[in-house]
């Protein structure tokens, strides 16, 4: 399997913020925002990892992450000339996926859990094994802001509606999305909804049409934040902030989750953390390798 992060936008509802910085770039409390997501592909266990962000942004990306080897992965970079909707990602990641399965995860997308980051690497392989997809449901307070799942009266999902006025339950569909190789011909096959975008949900409803979609509802022990306000922003950082102080390790420390999964090599470790050696980021990469 192979991951995609979405990073582009214009990010206007955080102007005049991202009026010269990409939203996935600002910090969430210590990291860039770029770090959780990418945290999430790497406990999933996957090594083949393509950022797409614009043409202003592609830039930044790669000096902060570069080719991945400090983190034992790949990265590749693709632009996305204009936001035509989060399924344009598996157009223009084509080439990329190739004949594998794919993960995509939005880059403002914050995920916390224990039994949720066990859950990543049991999902991959599910879809691989099983020729289906797999897609997360939330309970939100305030579902018409996404894609709303409906159920029937035993529970069984029967539809998924994109930002709908009058919404059929409280649970939302995450920026978090497991694909079967299928994903890249119905991408090219949806029409632009009125807004003018390829929707997820439009990808995720023929999934559903075929049979081939399973929702899992992520359990109260996981957290799911969507960076996309202002308050969202400050809340996000306030939870990683209380859960690492609370728990004294980090939250979406991709240098750590590549460690633990032998992506990488005690040397490797160290030489990120010698580069860091004048905060406590570099301080905490040093702790791994006296504990380990």
Not at 155 to 165: A, H, L, Q, R, T
Request: glycine share 6%; with cysteine; charged share 25%.
């Amino acid at each position: 399997m192979k991951g995609i992060i979405l990073a582009g936008g214009s990010g206007t509802r955080l102007y005049p913020l991202t009026k010269s910085i990409s939203k996935q770039i600002i910090p969430i409390y210590d990291k860039p925002m770029i770090y959780y997501p990418l945290s999430v592909l790497l406990n999933a266990g996957i090594k083949e990892i393509l950022i797409i962000s614009t043409p202003n942004d592609i830039n930044t990306y790669k000096t902060l992450l570069g080719d991945g080897s400090k983190i034992g992965v790949k990265i590749y970079y693709k632009i996305q000339p204009s936001p035509d909707g989060l399924a344009q990602a598996f157009i223009i990641g084509e080439e990329f996926i190739g004949n594998d399965s794919v993960c995509l995860v939005l880059g403002d997308n914050v995920f916390y859990g224990k039994s949720f980051e066990n859950k990543l690497q049991s999902v991959a392989d599910y879809v691989d094994k099983n020729d289906k997809s797999v897609v997360f449901g939330y309970k939100v307070s305030d579902p018409a802001r996404y894609g709303v799942i409906e159920f029937d009266n035993g529970n069984k999902v029967i539809s998924i509606e994109e930002k709908p006025s009058k919404p059929k339950s409280n649970f939302a569909v995450v920026g978090l999305y497991f694909y079967t190789n299928e994903v890249v011909k119905i991408a090219k096959t949806i029409k632009p909804s009125k807004r003018g975008e390829l929707e997820i949900t439009s990808v995720n409803e023929e999934f559903l049409n075929l049979q081939k979609l399973h929702v899992n509802i992520l359990d109260n022990d996981t957290t799911w934040l969507d960076t996309g306000t202002f308050n969202s922003l400050l809340e996000a950082s306030q939870f990683v902030k209380t859960i690492q102080k609370r728990n004294s390790e980090m939250v979406a420390c991709i240098e750590e989750i590549a460690f633990k999964k032998d992506f990488i090599t005690s040397e490797k470790l160290l030489e990120t953390a010698d580069e860091y050696s004048n905060n406590e980021y570099g301080k905490y990469l040093k702790k791994l390798l006296i504990s380990k």
